[in-house]
T-cell receptor, first 112, second 110 residues
Protein backbone atom coordinates (compact mmCIF):
# COMPACT_ATOMS: atom_id res chain seq x y z
CA UNK A 1 0.00 0.00 0.00
CA UNK A 2 1.01 3.59 -0.51
CA UNK A 3 2.75 5.42 2.27
CA UNK A 4 2.49 9.07 3.22
CA UNK A 5 3.20 11.37 0.30
CA UNK A 6 4.09 15.04 0.35
CA UNK A 7 4.34 17.67 -2.35
CA UNK A 8 6.27 19.46 -3.51
CA UNK A 9 9.49 17.73 -2.51
CA UNK A 10 11.35 21.02 -2.79
CA UNK A 11 10.10 24.60 -2.71
CA UNK A 12 12.16 27.74 -3.17
CA UNK A 13 10.37 31.00 -2.54
CA UNK A 14 11.12 34.64 -1.95
CA UNK A 15 10.76 36.28 1.42
CA UNK A 16 7.25 37.62 1.88
CA UNK A 17 5.52 35.14 -0.42
CA UNK A 18 2.94 32.60 0.73
CA UNK A 19 3.50 28.86 0.33
CA UNK A 20 1.28 25.79 0.54
CA UNK A 21 2.59 22.35 1.39
CA UNK A 22 0.47 19.26 0.83
CA UNK A 23 0.28 15.94 2.67
CA UNK A 24 -1.57 12.78 1.61
CA UNK A 25 -1.73 10.43 4.60
CA UNK A 26 -2.05 6.66 4.54
CA UNK A 27 -5.63 5.74 3.72
CA UNK A 28 -7.67 5.12 6.85
CA UNK A 29 -5.27 6.81 9.25
CA UNK A 30 -7.27 9.10 11.50
CA UNK A 31 -4.39 11.10 12.95
CA UNK A 32 -2.18 13.51 10.98
CA UNK A 33 0.79 15.50 12.27
CA UNK A 34 2.96 18.27 10.85
CA UNK A 35 6.54 18.79 12.06
CA UNK A 36 9.38 21.10 11.15
CA UNK A 37 12.99 19.90 11.07
CA UNK A 38 15.82 22.38 10.83
CA UNK A 39 19.33 21.36 9.80
CA UNK A 40 20.85 19.06 12.40
CA UNK A 41 17.84 19.35 14.67
CA UNK A 42 15.13 17.04 15.85
CA UNK A 43 11.50 17.38 14.91
CA UNK A 44 9.50 20.35 16.15
CA UNK A 45 5.78 19.62 16.52
CA UNK A 46 3.51 22.06 14.66
CA UNK A 47 -0.07 20.78 14.54
CA UNK A 48 -2.08 17.58 15.08
CA UNK A 49 -5.41 16.50 13.56
CA UNK A 50 -7.43 13.61 15.01
CA UNK A 51 -10.58 12.58 13.21
CA UNK A 52 -13.23 15.28 13.33
CA UNK A 53 -11.91 16.85 16.54
CA UNK A 54 -10.59 20.39 16.69
CA UNK A 55 -6.87 20.34 15.77
CA UNK A 56 -4.16 20.80 18.35
CA UNK A 57 -2.41 23.94 17.09
CA UNK A 58 -0.19 24.39 20.12
CA UNK A 59 3.05 24.01 18.15
CA UNK A 60 2.43 26.61 15.45
CA UNK A 61 5.23 29.20 15.86
CA UNK A 62 3.23 32.24 14.71
CA UNK A 63 -0.08 33.28 13.19
CA UNK A 64 1.56 33.14 9.77
CA UNK A 65 1.25 29.37 9.98
CA UNK A 66 -2.05 27.54 9.46
CA UNK A 67 -3.20 24.11 8.39
CA UNK A 68 -6.34 22.43 7.16
CA UNK A 69 -7.39 18.84 6.79
CA UNK A 70 -10.20 18.29 4.34
CA UNK A 71 -12.53 15.31 4.53
CA UNK A 72 -10.35 13.68 7.14
CA UNK A 73 -7.69 12.96 4.56
CA UNK A 74 -5.46 15.43 2.69
CA UNK A 75 -3.87 18.23 4.67
CA UNK A 76 -2.38 21.54 3.58
CA UNK A 77 0.08 23.58 5.65
CA UNK A 78 0.13 27.24 4.67
CA UNK A 79 2.84 29.70 5.58
CA UNK A 80 2.03 33.31 4.87
CA UNK A 81 4.58 36.08 4.34
CA UNK A 82 7.47 33.63 4.55
CA UNK A 83 10.62 34.62 6.41
CA UNK A 84 14.15 33.23 6.04
CA UNK A 85 13.87 31.52 9.41
CA UNK A 86 11.00 29.44 7.98
CA UNK A 87 13.53 27.55 5.85
CA UNK A 88 13.45 23.92 6.97
CA UNK A 89 12.15 20.49 6.05
CA UNK A 90 8.45 20.14 6.77
CA UNK A 91 7.42 16.59 7.58
CA UNK A 92 3.96 15.10 7.70
CA UNK A 93 3.06 11.89 9.51
CA UNK A 94 -0.10 9.85 9.88
CA UNK A 95 -1.11 7.33 12.49
CA UNK A 96 -3.84 4.83 13.22
CA UNK A 97 -2.88 3.49 16.63
CA UNK A 98 -1.70 5.66 19.51
CA UNK A 99 1.44 7.51 18.48
CA UNK A 100 3.23 5.13 16.13
CA UNK A 101 3.65 7.50 13.26
CA UNK A 102 4.43 6.94 9.60
CA UNK A 103 6.28 9.81 7.98
CA UNK A 104 6.33 11.19 4.49
CA UNK A 105 9.59 12.19 2.77
CA UNK A 106 9.14 15.85 3.63
CA UNK A 107 9.13 19.15 1.75
CA UNK A 108 12.36 21.12 1.81
CA UNK A 109 11.45 24.80 1.97
CA UNK A 110 14.04 27.45 1.16
CA UNK A 111 13.16 31.10 1.65
CA UNK A 112 15.53 33.46 -0.14
CA UNK B 1 8.51 21.51 28.87
CA UNK B 2 9.50 17.89 28.42
CA UNK B 3 12.95 17.72 26.96
CA UNK B 4 14.70 14.68 25.54
CA UNK B 5 18.47 14.88 25.34
CA UNK B 6 20.36 12.54 23.06
CA UNK B 7 24.04 11.70 23.22
CA UNK B 8 26.36 11.67 21.50
CA UNK B 9 25.30 14.17 18.87
CA UNK B 10 27.61 12.62 16.32
CA UNK B 11 29.34 9.25 16.14
CA UNK B 12 31.77 8.01 13.51
CA UNK B 13 32.92 4.41 13.81
CA UNK B 14 34.43 1.60 11.75
CA UNK B 15 32.35 -1.24 10.42
CA UNK B 16 32.19 -4.07 12.94
CA UNK B 17 32.40 -1.89 16.04
CA UNK B 18 29.71 -1.70 18.71
CA UNK B 19 28.03 1.52 19.82
CA UNK B 20 25.42 2.86 22.22
CA UNK B 21 23.22 5.92 21.83
CA UNK B 22 21.49 7.45 24.83
CA UNK B 23 18.23 9.31 25.27
CA UNK B 24 17.61 11.01 28.63
CA UNK B 25 14.92 13.13 30.22
CA UNK B 26 13.79 14.34 33.61
CA UNK B 27 10.22 13.53 32.57
CA UNK B 28 8.37 10.23 32.62
CA UNK B 29 6.97 9.01 29.33
CA UNK B 30 4.11 6.61 28.62
CA UNK B 31 6.18 5.09 25.87
CA UNK B 32 9.31 5.85 23.95
CA UNK B 33 10.11 5.29 20.32
CA UNK B 34 13.26 5.12 18.26
CA UNK B 35 13.34 6.22 14.63
CA UNK B 36 16.02 6.13 11.95
CA UNK B 37 16.15 8.79 9.25
CA UNK B 38 18.18 8.78 6.06
CA UNK B 39 18.96 11.92 4.03
CA UNK B 40 15.98 13.11 1.99
CA UNK B 41 13.56 10.79 3.71
CA UNK B 42 11.25 10.88 6.68
CA UNK B 43 11.99 9.04 9.92
CA UNK B 44 11.14 5.34 10.01
CA UNK B 45 9.95 3.75 13.23
CA UNK B 46 12.32 1.09 14.60
CA UNK B 47 10.72 0.19 17.93
CA UNK B 48 8.32 1.28 20.65
CA UNK B 49 9.08 0.50 24.30
CA UNK B 50 6.34 0.81 26.87
CA UNK B 51 7.25 -0.94 30.12
CA UNK B 52 9.95 0.29 32.50
CA UNK B 53 12.98 -1.99 32.25
CA UNK B 54 11.82 -3.39 28.92
CA UNK B 55 14.44 -4.70 26.50
CA UNK B 56 13.67 -5.27 22.84
CA UNK B 57 15.95 -6.75 20.23
CA UNK B 58 15.75 -6.15 16.51
CA UNK B 59 18.50 -8.19 14.85
CA UNK B 60 21.74 -6.37 15.84
CA UNK B 61 19.87 -3.54 17.58
CA UNK B 62 18.99 -3.70 21.28
CA UNK B 63 16.68 -1.11 22.82
CA UNK B 64 16.22 -0.59 26.55
CA UNK B 65 13.70 1.53 28.43
CA UNK B 66 14.82 2.73 31.85
CA UNK B 67 13.09 1.39 34.96
CA UNK B 68 11.65 4.84 35.69
CA UNK B 69 10.60 5.35 32.05
CA UNK B 70 12.72 8.52 31.80
CA UNK B 71 15.55 7.26 29.65
CA UNK B 72 16.39 4.80 26.92
CA UNK B 73 19.36 3.42 25.05
CA UNK B 74 20.00 1.93 21.64
CA UNK B 75 22.90 -0.47 21.28
CA UNK B 76 24.13 -1.64 17.89
CA UNK B 77 26.36 -4.70 17.68
CA UNK B 78 28.81 -5.09 14.82
CA UNK B 79 27.74 -1.95 13.00
CA UNK B 80 27.39 -2.04 9.23
CA UNK B 81 27.60 0.77 6.70
CA UNK B 82 23.86 0.39 6.17
CA UNK B 83 23.31 1.52 9.77
CA UNK B 84 24.45 5.02 8.83
CA UNK B 85 21.77 7.62 9.50
CA UNK B 86 20.15 9.93 12.02
CA UNK B 87 18.72 8.14 15.06
CA UNK B 88 15.91 9.93 16.86
CA UNK B 89 14.22 9.06 20.11
CA UNK B 90 10.71 10.31 20.82
CA UNK B 91 8.69 10.23 24.01
CA UNK B 92 4.94 10.01 24.15
CA UNK B 93 3.36 12.95 25.96
CA UNK B 94 -0.27 13.77 26.60
CA UNK B 95 -2.71 14.18 23.76
CA UNK B 96 -1.25 11.49 21.52
CA UNK B 97 1.80 13.58 20.72
CA UNK B 98 5.49 12.89 20.61
CA UNK B 99 8.40 15.05 21.71
CA UNK B 100 11.61 14.33 19.80
CA UNK B 101 15.25 14.48 20.78
CA UNK B 102 17.71 16.32 18.53
CA UNK B 103 19.10 13.05 17.22
CA UNK B 104 22.39 11.23 16.91
CA UNK B 105 24.11 11.21 13.54
CA UNK B 106 25.79 7.84 13.04
CA UNK B 107 28.38 7.30 10.35
CA UNK B 108 29.73 3.80 9.84
CA UNK B 109 32.87 3.65 7.71
CA UNK B 110 33.94 0.61 5.71
Amino acid sequence: GAGVSQSPSNKVTEKGKDVELRCDPISGHTALYWYRQSLGQGLEFLIYFQGNSAPDKSGLPSDRFSAERTGGSVSTLTIQRTQQEDSAVYLCASSLTRVEQFFGPGTRLTVL
Amino acid sequence: TQLLEQSPQFLSIQEGENLTVYCNSSSVFSSLQWYRQEPGEGPVLLVTVVTGGEVKKLKRLTFQFGDARKDSSLHITAAQTGDTGLYLCAGEVGGNKLVFGAGTILRVKS
